[in-house]
C-alpha cells in the first residue's frame, strides 16, 4: 500500500517563498514519474508539474513557468516543489502524486495521492 507524507504549506506573503516535499513509501519509487496537483478555493483540482522517473525532464503549466520547480531525490524517496514569487493566484492545496505517464496533462493521470497542504498567499 502505498503512504504519502506531505510537509512544507503555509501561510506567506506575496514575493515569499515555500518548499513542499512529499515522502513516498509502499512502492519503487523511481518507477514513477511524479506531479503536483493544487486546488485553488472554488476552483476545479489543475496538474501543473510533472517530472520524469530520473528527474531530467519536467513539465509546467504556463501559469506556474519560472516561479515552481519541481524536483526528486531517488534516494530519498522524495518529491519536491520549490516555490518562489509566490502570487495570491498560487493559494490552494497542494497535492503530491504518482503519475501514469509522463508528461501528465489530465489530472486523472495522476494516481496515488498525498493528503495534501495548505499554501495561502497573502498580498
Known amino acids: 500500500r502505498v503512504q504519502v507524507v506531505e510537509s512544507g504549506g503555509g501561510l506567506v506573503q506575496a514575493g515569499g517563498s515555500l518548499t513542499l516535499s512529499c515522502t513516498f513509501s509502499?512502492?519503487?519509487?523511481?518507477?514513477?514519474?511524479m506531479g503536483w496537483v493544487r486546488q485553488a478555493p472554488g476552483k476545479e483540482r489543475e496538474g501543473v508539474l510533472c517530472?520524469?522517473?530520473?528527474?531530467?525532464?519536467?513539465y509546467y503549466t504556463d501559469s506556474v513557468k519560472g516561479r515552481l520547480t519541481i524536483s526528486r531525490d531517488n534516494a530519498k524517496n522524495t518529491l519536491y516543489l520549490q516555490m518562489n514569487g509566490l502570487v495570491p493566484d498560487d493559494t490552494a492545496l497542494y497535492y503530491c502524486?504518482?503519475?501514469?505517464?509522463?508528461?501528465?496533462?489530465?489530472?486523472?493521470?495522476?494516481?496515488?495521492w498525498g493528503q495534501g497542504t495548505q499554501v495561502t498567499v497573502s498580498s
Open positions: 502524486a504518482t503519475v501514469r505517464t509522463f508528461p501528465a496533462v489530465r489530472v486523472e493521470d495522476y494516481i496515488d
Open positions: 517530472i520524469n522517473r530520473s528527474g531530467t525532464r519536467t
Open positions: 509502499g512502492l519503487t519509487f523511481d518507477d514513477y514519474p
